[in-house]
């Protein structure tokens, strides 16, 4: 029989502790394979500076980071390819990271590289992300960003996210692919000042006659690439909404605390970062829901269904039923009618430290309502007399302190010292190149 590591639980010798998922974990030091990202070391939680010149913030690591999450877009041969490249590149550049992927992507991929890659099954998965993760990366569009955010959607310090655009539309990606080397470096080396030369030794990935033979790990392996205690990069906190669905007598519906938004609505509610859509789904009849507004009755709304919205998701559903377009740095929240019966009930634009509760009224002639988060719609509907609650995130909490909102990273201006305009140059762009703003007739 062959011998088995201490410390290492192997199924292949050990039937009894055969996990769930089809595809089991192991510690060992063989190549090709899927290890349990509980072995990882625990995540980093970095600072973010402000800055007279600029909106946005300034990212900083304590340490080097060492745990990426990577998440691509499904049934896309390219995007895969993309995503060898990408993880290729950032394990044998910077010899500490680990990577980390969703299970079935996991399986997908690893055989075709020459180190392990760590993920969860699916029942732990948001949970071991919260603990683990250093920074996000996505590979898609729009939707692989929510839903990169949605496996955060119980967590209030969500890491850093770079996202490429390799989607259908790709608003909110602010980079391309050809420019990930420079776009991880930059959120890589964010907080390494020059001449910087600490060392962050650890063991996962390799023994320690690996490490030895290939040299220090963290910062201090990456020379000549620190970019100055004043270059951080770039960072858009975009804000979040919390969510809470509350049954006729009161009582929050509850759910597992990590659970995915697809499995229900924790008793502390879940982040939004888009959208909480209540419709009627295949019900015939028009959604009565009563609107309240900072705790004060409203209106009785007589529509298809009701979107609340951050400024994020001002450029989604909520502006196909138009509603306004917001810059996601402006602090508010959009209730956004769908075909409502009254004309002169119109979308509005209020400030994002607003409550807002909608309650299913009982004139409703439906079953119920269908609850939507980000596009997901949730095992949990609503019947007469439940209440989906929705109120704002804090997200500052002095001077350079933030906690809350996901930090998403933003192109660096290149040839200019003055940042002033990197706030808007995405966002302006993306109006324009994206959504054809204002675009003329028969051009």
């Not at 119980?154 to 080397?181: A, H, I, Q, R």
């Not at 502390?268 to 705790?295: C, S, T």
Request: charged residues 20%; proline residues 7%.
């Amino acid at each position: 029989m062959q011998p088995v590591i201490r410390g290492v639980q192997s199924w292949r010798f050990h039937p009894i502790v055969q996990l769930s998922w089809k595809r089991n974990f192991s510690v060992s030091l063989r190549r090709h394979e899927i290890r349990d990202i509980e072995s990882l070391p625990g995540r980093l939680i970095p600072s973010y500076q402000e800055s007279n010149e600029n909106d946005l913030l300034s990212l900083h690591w304590p340490a080097p980071p060492k745990n990426v999450f990577v998440v691509k877009k499904d049934c896309a041969p390219k995007v895969t390819e993309s995503l060898i490249e990408f993880i290729s590149h950032t394990a044998s550049t910077y010899p500490s990271i680990s990577i980390i992927l969703e299970p079935q992507v996991a399986d997908e991929v690893h055989l075709m590289l020459p180190f392990p890659v760590y993920s969860a099954p699916l029942d732990r998965l948001p949970c071991s992300l919260h603990n683990k993760v250093d920074i996000s990366v996505t590979l898609g569009g729009d939707g692989t960003i929510l839903h990169a955010s949605s496996l955060f959607a119980t967590c209030v310090n969500v890491p850093p996210m770079l996202s490429f655009s390799m989607g259908t539309l790709g608003f909110l990606g602010e980079w391309k692919f050809k420019e990930y080397k420079r776009a991880f470096r930059e959120v890589y080396m964010s907080g390494a000042g020059v001449g910087d030369r600490a060392s962050i030794l650890r063991a996962p990935r390799f023994s320690s006659a690996e490490e030895q033979q290939n040299g220090a790990t963290g910062w201090s392996s990456v020379r000549g690439k620190s970019m100055g205690l004043n270059r951080g990069a770039r960072i858009l906190m975009r804000n979040r909404l919390k969510v809470g669905l509350f049954a006729a007598d009161g009582t929050p519906v509850e759910a597992d605390k990590c659970s995915e938004p697809s499995q229900g609505i924790g008793s502390e509610g879940l982040y939004v970062m888009n959208e909480l859509l209540l419709h009627r789904g295949k019900e015939p009849h028009l959604a009565i829901v009563d609107v309240y507004v900072g705790g004060r009755f409203l209106t009785e709304a007589v529509a298809d269904g009701i979107i609340i919205s951050t400024p994020t998701g001002s450029t989604a559903y909520s502006l196909s039923s138009g509603g306004s377009i917001v810059h996601p740095l402006v602090p508010a929240v959009l209730l956004t009618p769908i075909c409502a019966r009254s004309l002169s009930f119109r979308p509005l634009v209020l400030p994002a430290s607003t409550p807002i509760t909608l309650r299913l009224s009982e004139k409703n002639r439906g079953r119920e309502l269908e609850v939507s988060i980000d596009g997901v719609n949730m095992t949990q509907g609503m019947t007469a007399g439940m209440e989906a609650r929705v109120w704002n995130e804090d997200m500052r909490h002095g001077k350079n302190e933030w906690q809350g909102g996901v930090p998403s990273v933003m192109r660096r201006i290149m040839g200019s010292e003055t940042h002033d305009g990197e706030a808007h140059d995405g966002w302006v762009g993306g109006l324009n190149g994206l959504l054809k703003f204002n675009y003329p007739f028969g051009e």
